[in-house]
């Protein structure tokens, strides 16, 4: 086929289906939905909580009453076997005649199911960033052996660090950056704890964030082995805290750190020793995914998933107070989103050729748990989903003449985004911050670490700059009935829009860079 029919098939597929009605934004619906949701009555929608049992059984009523069918065989629940963990917070840190404070100067935790986890005199390294990137050629724990040792890592990676855009991607984060991914290389590489320096700038948030993200009652999935083969303490000290730390070794961590951009840098033996005892009370519990089917006709087995995560942080405890933390933007305007959606889409005269799968995952702010499990336990198998779109905060301001685009060159769903915003007037407008990983942060990736595609559609400090300083993770992201909501009803219509085209198409729009994700969907035929 010559380019030209190419690109006119292409242009084809992109067409708009001219039986669909426009998307209708129902505000009250949408408000309501949002604030019973973001109510303190639902307790900040914690795992394994009350405010579980809450949330799931308000989304299960709603898919019933939308006209949705079961998304899981004969269920509206898929059962996430997980181990809810809480960690005494009295804990110190002592290294090596230092004590240091959890919450104020560090936070540990850790995913083993075990009653408690201890460093014993464990000797300190400092391996830089801690990666292990063989096409980067680059190997933070070359000639080094960190086995039942503790490491300190620095937070995103060398192209941040560097602002070169010839290590790693520059400025934009790559999966090595993640704090997700230096627990798990430093537990292959046999370490016992992990601390990970905390800086604003490369970590994208402040400390406050880090402190009420890891200092209440943390998730995890559950293996045959308890999970033994995770890393032993999963830990953040503050900047300050390294640099007392590195002044006991007799270095200063602010130079010792500019070496670590470096390529060749060598992993640093800090000759001190860190002491903690990290005691547990864990619990064995089932969460929950909720996920409604709107069955499709002509090819009712391609899926097309719509999706918003419908946990949040739960309540913890500041100054002595208990503070909930009811995650209204985050990600309560998202699962509203997703039923505006399917409402929209169950309403239509005439049903789309592809099943659409409206789907709300558990434990995304602990480390995308839920999807990690629909990921590897899909209602059908993985080649059969077509693509993922993935609501993580919505635009609750007024509408702009833009949307983002999380990564670029990454799939053929940009082109999609692309067709979308033209029809509305809008522009596509780059990441304005890809050093902080937002294609890593959310439940898509985990479906993308099984080859399908996906979109990321996320607002929440870009239209308020106000909400990661104040209100990101705190008890701050209440619901306000003074939103305007002209961007959740733009964004919807938009994603509305390729919703309609990829339900009633036959494209499989492909992963366009090379990694791991194309492989695997090269491997699945598509």
Known sequence: MNTFRLLALFGVLLLPNVNATPFQFDEKTYRQD????????????????????????????????????????????????????????????????????NGRDFTARTEQIQPQVSL???????????INAPEYQWNDYANIDVKDKTVIVLVNDPGFATQDPNVFKGNAMTYYGRWTYKYEEAARQGAKAVFIVHETAPAAYGWNVVENSNTNTKYTLVDDQNNQSHIGVMGWIQHSTAQTVFQKAGLDFDKVKLTAAKAGFKAIALNLKANLVVKNTIELATSYNVAGLLPGTSQSDEWLVMHAHWDHLGKTVQD??????????????????????????????KAPKRSILFTAFTAEETGLIGAQYFASNPPVPTKQLVSFLNID?????????????YGHGVSQLETYLDAAAKAQGRTVKADPRPQNGLMFRSDHFALAQQGVPGLLFMSLGDTDPDYIAHKYHQGADDYDANWHLGGVKQDLALISDIIEKLANNNDWPKWLEESDFKKLRAQDGK
């Open 393 to 405: 905060g919505m635009n609750v301001g007024k509408g702009v003449d833009y949307i983002l685009r």
């Open 120 to 130: 014993d005199n464990s000797d300190i390294v400092f391996v830089g960033y801690g």
């Open 34 to 101: 949002v604030e019973t949701l973001a109510s303190d009555k639902f307790e900040g929608r914690g795992p394994l909580s009350q405010g579980e049992t809450l949330t799931v059984e308000y989304l299960e009523k709603a898919y019933k009453a939308i006209g949705l069918k079961p998304g899981f065989g004969d269920s509206y629940r898929q059962a996430v076997p997980m181990a809810k963990i809480t960690a005494d917070q009295t804990m110190q840190l002592t290294i090596p005649d230092v004590v240091f404070n």
């Open 320 to 349: 002595g107070k208990t503070v909930i933390l009811n995650g209204a933007v985050d990600n309560a305007s998202g699962v509203a989103g997703v039923m505006q959606l399917a409402r929209h889409f169950n309403a239509q005269d």
